[in-house]
DNA sequence: TTCATTTGGTAGCAATTTACTACTTTTATC
DNA sequence: GATAAAAGTAGTAAATTGCTACCAAATGAA
């Protein structure tokens, strides 16, 4: 194989030696992170952001996340960032998607591979204290996206619409960010991950078993459920619900405070899928 | 805001004026493209793939692709790859994955956004002829991925494993190649960009509107059927079919032969939500 | 033209899932 | 120990899915 040789009559030794990888302008990589969690009391979904002390930007909060360098893929970049900004390591985490337009930094090309974290709302405080790093409150509903940090008096909000867009013979249909609100607003386009970072947990909640890198070791069946319908943004049948998910639970014999009951509800343990 | 100043005491023109991207290395980044359609007997789903004119992986079977201009989005040069290569305008085309394992091309970093295309059967033969481009077959069943051209005599062929890898809390499941069984391979790691794409067509038949994109303007229910039975590698039930397709469908009043049935059939075209 | 065969299209029913209400048991509080 | 609230269970109507059967329309061969 190594003799073959091209259209120059190169063989692949030659040619690689003769590569000059300079030819192109290359744009610069980075990796961000949406890093999902809870609040203790199960009330808000948060998603952790970082104050930029830098132009462009500056003073913005922004998705945490940094350059890939030279030898490490997206994903490595991605869990050496977040364990550079919390201290977490073996966290959930997914590529969610990449943002490339050539105007998103101003200072130059910069083109970002999103991922998506998960952290269980014990967990929830690293990387919150000592650093810039701050749990944001998220929510989305049909007409807004919201985060807010009450401890900082911030609110950052975008109005959102639904944008009908063709694409080959089909029209879809698509949430899409409208305009700022606020006073306050997100770094570059971060916005636009955010968006699609909750887009994708809503969907993948609903046929996979993510939910359960946002839960402790133990957990009760209402805790779960208010989780679902937290990130869902709607209620669901205690029964069906239960029925449902059940048989991917291990039941233990103790009995453990529920968060959002309050009372003592069977603790649950996660069990993966029956069969396999 | 322009005003404001860092920790350097510079504003933003100042700090954007001294900032030099040179500093970190970078990757080039490229655009490749899955793009897939089926023949015109509805026997098999197609994708089209390019020979390799130059080291390295010279003579392989490649994706058709190339590198983002420094002023062009990842998806700005997915199309216009696209349309060099074959001519095509207007297809669908969405984002799959991002490919950045540093030792994915010999030459270089390169880092690869893949995206995926669906073309109606009728125009599947745009850019085969006179140029390097070619139609593979395309099948994945629970043990081999398998892409063939017979006029070629070509048979690239993996066989597929199922992989266990936990990832925070939970484990998941995953079909991933094993090794490399033909003869021929694809070039760099694109086996890992045509799994991933034939399992995003699966899974988005089953939930969207895909599926429109690979017929033409009319055609039949049985040849519709066909195709999903083709990408989801299993028989559906014509009347459960029929029954929850059809509200998406307006037929019209005239009859077509269908091609894979052969007979005449009610002409339909495709309507798109009936509530918005 | 007729007739057997194949395909298009529809009916219907059992099994499962989803939407929803109601009830019993357990737990915390006063 | 009474009360209120949450945990947990039962059950039922409506919708969806898995599956068989059938009739009508189209084709091709006699």
Partial sequence: ???????????ETEFLSQYDPGRYERPSVTADILLFSLDPQLNHLKLLLIK???HPFIDCFALPG???????SAYEAAK??????TGLTDIYLE????????ERDPRMRVITVAYMGLIPYTEAQAGDDASDAKWFDVSMDQRFLTLTNEELGITIQYSLK???FRCGRITYENIVAEELISEDS??????????????????????TDLAFNL??????????QRIYELILGKKLYKKNFNDKISEKLQATDTKIKSICGEKLATAYQYKGRTKQ
């Avoid at 194989?1 to 063989?11: E, F, Y």
């Avoid at 050496?80 to 900004?85: A, D, F, I, Q, Y």
């Avoid at 590529?95 to 050539?102: A, F, V």
């Avoid at 997100?186 to 046929?207: C, I, M, P, Q």
């Fill in 186 to 207: 997100l770094a570059f386009d971060h916005h636009l991950a955010v968006l699609d970072g909750l887009k994708r947990l809503r969907n993948k909640l609903e046929y």
């Fill in 95 to 102: 590529q969610l998607y990449t943002y490339s337009n050539p």
């Fill in 215 to 224: 839960v402790d070791e133990l957990f009760t069946l209402p805790d779960l």
């Fill in 80 to 85: 050496r960032e977040l364990l550079e900004e």
């Fill in 66 to 72: 940094g350059f890939v360098e030279i030898n490490e």
């Fill in 162 to 164: 639904t944008e009908y």
């Fill in 1 to 11: 194989m190594r003799r073959i040789r091209n259209a120059k009559g190169l063989t």
């Fill in 52 to 54: 930029r002390e830098n």
